[in-house]
């Protein structure tokens, strides 16, 4: 199985980020712009936190606040959890079903590198299975 550095040389190491001082409302604009659901907090080149849409969900809507008052860094997580390149995709899975979230930054020593989504993870694990069936299907009937 793929490496998370493998995986993001085939993704892309492009992030989406947003600064801890933008409207909650200017950074779902963004995520919705670009169809994403989170995006990195970046304050120059440090992670500052990350936000996704749950944050907008559970500490905007539910709580009747104004996305458009609200600074990011009022309803961001600052506690990011990140991956390493040499962390296997399984690793990854299990951090994420284990935390709760579907969002993992890929750092390099204080470098981002990319941004991982347990779609990427899930469409990555599908291939790879999908490639063992084939290779399988081909032993038995060969
Ligand atoms: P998500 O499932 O990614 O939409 O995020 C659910 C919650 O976890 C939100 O409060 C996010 O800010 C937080 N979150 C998402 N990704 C991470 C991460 N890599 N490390 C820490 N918190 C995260």
């Known amino acids: 199985m ?3 550095g493998e995986l993001i040389k085939s993704k892309g190491s492009n992030v989406l980020s947003t600064t801890p001082d933008s409207s ?6 963004k995520m919705a712009h670009h ?7 970046m304050e120059g080149d440090k992670v500052a936190g990350i936000f996704s849409e ?3 969900a559970r500490k905007i809507i539910l709580q009747d606040k104004s996305s458009k008052t609200t600074q990011v860094s009022e309803i961001m ?6 991956a390493e390149p040499d962390h296997s995709i399984e690793q990854c899975m299990s951090l994420m079903t284990q935390k709760r979230f579907r969002h993992l930054p890929v750092m390099d020593g204080d470098t981002v590198v990319g941004m ?11 291939s790879e299975q999908q490639s063992t069936i084939e290779m399988l299907n081909t032993y038995i009937t060969a």
């Not at 909650?24 to 604009?29: M, Q």
Request: zero cysteines.
């Open 116 to 126: 991982l989504s347990i779609g990427d993870l899930v469409k990555e694990i599908i």
């Open 77 to 82: 997580t600052s506690n990011v959890n990140y």
């Open 35 to 41: 169809e994403i659901g989170a995006l990195l907090v």
């Open 2 to 4: 793929k490496t998370v």
């Open 24 to 29: 909650v409302y200017d950074a779902i604009v």
């Open 54 to 56: 749950r944050d907008y």
